[in-house]
Nanobody, 123 residues
């Protein structure tokens, strides 16, 4: 059973930075594509960023390009989301997701999910 645990969320002001972390309880972390999604109140869960198992392929939603950076440390079973220049519209619950031997931008690609961490950006 794959378990994902996110941390690093919080309340910040516009322009500030946060780094989210997600630790996976798996034996072969490098075989999992990893992604971050987010869900604002009353809205659907949307793709933010994804990274392939070896870290060689990365994808971002256009609205975060140049501000967010996804990375992974396979030795620590951890994926990160560095979020800079945060905006109020980034406010959401951020979810970490994992997919065995797959990678992509579509929610249904991922079959393992964390509980989420709240990010609130005040103006």
């Amino acid at each position: 059973q794959v378990q994902l645990e996110e941390s690093g969320g919080g309340l910040v002001q516009a322009g500030d930075s946060l780094r989210l972390s997600c630790v996976a309880s798996v034996r072969t972390f490098s075989n999992y594509g990893m992604a971050w999604f987010r869900q604002a109140p009353g809205k659907e869960r949307d793709f933010v960023a994804a990274v392939s198992g070896n870290g060689g392929t990365i994808s971002y939603v256009d609205s975060v390009k140049g501000r967010f950076t996804i990375s992974r440390d396979n030795a620590k079973n951890t994926v990160y989301l560095q979020m800079n220049s945060l905006k109020p519209e980034d406010t959401a619950v951020y979810y970490c997701a994992a997919a065995w031997l797959r990678f992509g931008r579509v929610l249904s690609t991922y079959n393992y999910w964390g509980q989420g961490t709240q990010v609130t950006v005040s103006s």
